[in-house]
């Protein structure tokens, strides 16, 4: 494929999106002139978003990071030099060895996430290398940690309903989802339930393109849906909605469940949500009565104080009703648990000297580089932008700015995060690499190979982790594997029984292979919870020093009583920053087709807290509060409750387009309930007229 000039090739698309789509790339004189989507996927069908329909602006973009660099301005300025590299690896792996010979391994921190998915990219190559270090070990709490931990100690697995069965739901509920935007293909499965008849709920702090498109948007006041759940589990116990032989059968604690639930009348969870309490006795009732009921728990909700026991409290509710046994019925919060790889082989902790070695949250960025002791003194930064994704971004650009502190970054582009760089090393896009992608929403397995050689000097995350290896002197022969060694590793893993068929040579033959989902018939029979059950009532919480009972608890910032937002609080609106339609977290903010079609930074204010102001639809406003502030544009509109604002993006500041601050700024650095998540949206700010 990479030495063909012309026709069409199979790709996978790289993103940090549930739908990991099926793609086509049109080569033309040996370059991609058109992304589309590959028809022949069972579940993407050929549609993908307009995000990827503009990949090859991304991947040809004349800004593109094509050669190693070498800072020799200010930090943060922007101003480097080409350098060999030969120069940039001698370089970096100098400086490892004479810090390790200094201060020990875990002076060096990795920082990462998921800019390309694949698993060879993000969770191979470079954590072998990192293990071997002996680095600082990074806990890369950012998107779903603390839903996932809330969801597991319910159910104890990773994976809930598969997408294909959506189709025979009459009622679903998107919660805390923006799915339009976030996840296009489980809308258009959606659409066919609902062509058959099926109601669309939406529970959102604001109404998103998912709640404008529902049969009944219900709004609520951020960080109370734990709430919302346990007033709908008060209605369905008191008018005998619940499944008594299913709760007797396959759950633990559901009799200490219906006395705890009690304390949540529809009246009182109305003055904590902001919901009428007659909307929360007929959506109760709703779910109570219609089968089957699906519930689909968003990302959004838990980027919040009590985003564990949130998504822990709605994960309860299949089981009250038993729609767990009812084809179409059940719930979703992941289904990453299902494709599992074996990362023992993959990453290899086997090789770290150091196993005790120190933890720090990619939460808390900012706060370790500037306080913690002994220092992180090298940094190395891939496949994230933590300038602008990461909580309390004031802080960690503090943090990058300091004079001691030796940062590496390998990128596509000089993202904001790059020009605090001492060295900018070119990342190749996922098409110039071969890869191995697996989707935490549906179930196909997918391979990548190289379809354009790589662009300019550009070296993949695997070539490049190989190459510091042997700078090193590390000789294990887990540096030589190839990227096919490294997928055979991956599929072979007798602990999953999904895996099982899955080889890299189906994957070359079919391109999209899919799990074997037998096991999943037995699912509730084989929960890996402590009681083997779903647990209502969990010892596992009770250990952690949590509520064993799902229970609402407030978020930290600007409260009232129960009710929110306080009225009298020196910030005074709940904050709320959730992606956009035409990025994928803060990609594609450099890429104009799509900056033009979100035109810029956006501030949602309700027309009531927009008077009080002096707030007048266009105007520019400033959004702050202790931690920073943010400049955007206003939107007055009432698609949320007053008291919330909401401004969707992560938008690069410093691309010369004269953008103030980032919405990051405002948000804060403590760590959700559970899984050291990140709690973007518990952010309380005020806002004026510039
Ligand atoms: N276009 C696009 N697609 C993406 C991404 C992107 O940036 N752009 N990012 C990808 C990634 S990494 C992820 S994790 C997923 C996330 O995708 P989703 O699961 O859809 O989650 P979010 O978009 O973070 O948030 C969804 C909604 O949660 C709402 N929300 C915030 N607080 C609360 C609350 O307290 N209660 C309720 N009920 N709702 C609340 C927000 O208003 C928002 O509308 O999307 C992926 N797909
Ligand atoms: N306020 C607020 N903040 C948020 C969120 C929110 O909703 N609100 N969402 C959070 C969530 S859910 C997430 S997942 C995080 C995501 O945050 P990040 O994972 O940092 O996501 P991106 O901003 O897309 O940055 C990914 C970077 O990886 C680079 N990249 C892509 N492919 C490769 C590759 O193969 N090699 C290398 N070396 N680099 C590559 C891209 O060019 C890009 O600069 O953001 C979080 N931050
Ligand atoms: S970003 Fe999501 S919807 Fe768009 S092509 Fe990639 S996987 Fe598909
Ligand atoms: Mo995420």
Redesign the pocket.
Known sequence: MIHEENGIFPAVCP?????TCSLLLHKENGKIVKVTGNPDHPITQGAI?N?VRNMAERVYHPERVLYPLRRIGAKGEGKFERISWDEAIEEISQRYKSLIRDFGPESIMPYSF?GNMGILSVDGMDRRFFNRLGSTVLQQGI??AAGNKGWKYTMGFGGGMSPEEIINAKLIII?????V???MHQIALIEKARKQGAQLVV????R?R??QRADWFIP??????AA?ALGIMHVLFERGLTNEPFMKRYTVGHEQLREHVKEYSPERVSVITGIPAEDIVKLAVLYGETSPAYIH?????Q??DNGGM?VRTISCLPALTGQWLVPGGGAYKTNGGYGKMNAAALERPDLRPNPEAREVSMNQLGEALLTLNPPIRALFVYCSNPAVVAPDTGKVEQGLRRDDLFTVVHDLFMTDTAKFADIVLPATSSFENTDLYSSYWHHYVQLQEPVIPAQGESKSNVELFKLLATAMGFEEDAFNDTEEDMIRQALEFADNPYLDGVTLEKLKAERAVKLNMEPQKRYLDTLPTASGKIELYSTALEAAGLPPLPTYTKLHEGYDGERRPAADASYPLMF?S??????????FSNVEKLTALEKSPLLQIHPQDAAKRGIADGDEVTVWNDRGSYVVKASVTDK?LPGTV?S???WWEQDGKGRKGRANALTPDRLADMGGGAVF?STTVDVKRQ
């Open positions: 993103l940090d999106c549930p739908d978003c995000k998921y998107c779903n919660w805390g989802g923006n799915l935007s976030t996840n529970i959102d702090v604001h998103n998912t709640g609520l006041y951020p960080g109370t849906d919302l728990i968003g990302n959004g909700l980027h919040h949130t709320i959730p992606p956009n339609h035409s990025f994928l977290n803060s990609s949320m909401i969707q993006g992560l949206f």
